[in-house]
């Protein structure tokens, strides 16, 4: 199957996208990841001054769908928030498979998308989520949605995180 046309962004797993929506949603869970990256050596130190201002900076008040949390990710079904994007036409689903089974979830997001998100970053409030997404890609770098999950769900003491035992 082809790539729609009028697309210019492709996620090519729902597991990745769901990783990417949780740290997305759950900044001290996104704070933790990047300190986990700059404790081992794959980030600058100047990213614990960005740490630090997720741990303390208020999150707008804008979430429509909460998502639940479980150990330290989450699946949701992505349907309800992603079929917003869709009826606007800022982005597009495709499942390849069966009716019983689908084999894979492929997600895109079209030129009307990305004007979109170009104007959002210009928006005071809601350039916020422009600038955790951009903390996202950092974190997920080109990992797979297996590898995400899996970095989620592993407790932070095997990752090397400080534990506050206090």
């Known amino acids: 199957m082809e790539d729609p046309e009028e697309c210019v962004v492709v996620i090519r797993a729902e597991l990745r996208l769901q990783a990417l929506d949780f740290w997305l949603r759950n900044p001290d869970y996104l704070a933790g990841e990047l300190l986990t990256k700059v404790e081992g050596g794959d980030l600058p130190k100047h990213y614990l001054r960005v740490v630090e201002h997720l741990l303390d900076s208020p999150e707008p008040d804008l979430h429509w769908y909460p998502m639940p949390r479980w150990h330290h990710g989450a699946y949701e079904a992505i349907d309800d928030a992603f079929s917003v994007l869709s009826a606007y036409e800022l982005a597009l689903v495709r499942r390849l498979g069966g009716l019983r089974k689908?084999?894979?979830?492929?997600?895109?997001?079209?030129?009307a998308g990305r004007a979109a998100a170009a104007e959002l970053a210009s928006e005071p409030v809601l350039s916020w989520y422009t600038e955790q997404v951009k903390l996202v890609a950092v974190v997920a770098g080109?990992?797979?949605?297996?590898?995400?999950?899996k970095r989620q769900y592993q407790p932070p003491l095997f990752r090397g995180e400080l534990v506050d035992r206090g």
């Open 102 to 111: 689908t084999a894979r979830s492929q997600f895109f997001l079209t030129e």
């Open 142 to 149: 080109d990992d797979n949605g297996s590898k995400l999950k």
